[in-house]
């Protein structure tokens, strides 16, 4: 007689979650070794893997990388890389070394500015270091100007505690017109690169000759003197390094001429854009600063 066949047993169709719970288990696992190792101190994080990284130096399994910034003291992922400053110009050097020499000579007095309030008839600052001031502002003018002074397109001038820079209608201006030339604009340029290192205020004055300005364009010389001010100082504040609270324009028309406007030659120099920085503030700017 034939023996009967063993039912066969029921195939199993949850046999993956054995491997979806050890997926799980480890997945847990490792969340909480991340946990962990936000909760640590950063210090305790550096000595946990510089003793990993020991042991497995000491069996053999790895060697130091040169430059390692574990085992060499440098700076890691765990520890950002210092910030190095860009360097200053020359400029900039010379004038942050007359800055604390100065500011060694006098210590800053919140109140007004200086170490002592200054009577009406003191300078601001005083003096010497005033003269000393100007001097330097014009040595680092000359020395970035060199080529321009040379071609005769500019002049600097120390007129006591101001500094003033002279540049002739044509090396600005067409005839006539208050539109800067755009082959001029960068000598326009480097000059308030130049000013934006130097301490103190700007006075931008348009100058013009006696002669009547074209009354189709302009009311009167006033008017086109302080317009050729106006675009100059729109072109030196365009640099987002110069503070524009430092720049003033005026026009003063013919009223202040170098020459008498009796030659074309004179009438020439007399039509130009004087760029003036003083050092310090005047008297009554200064009064107004003196806390009651």
Known sequence: MAKKKKAEAPENHERWLVSYADFMTLLFALFVVLYSFAMAKQSDTRELIQGFIDSLGKIGLISPPAGSPVMQGGTGILEPAPITPPSASPQEELVAEKTSQLAAANPVNETIGTSQQPSDTESWPHKAEEQEWVQVSKQLLEQQLTTQIESKELEIEQLGSQLMIRIGEQALFPADSAFL????????????????????Q???TGHTDNSQAPVELYRNNWELSVLRAASIVQTLISNNKLDATRVIAQGVADTRPRYANDTPAHRQANRRVEITLSQGKPLEERLLLIKP
């Open 181 to 200: 030339q755009s082959q001029f604009i960068p000598l326009v340029h480097k000059i308030s690169d130049i000013l934006a290192n130097i301490p103190g």
């Open 202 to 204: 700007i006075v931008v």
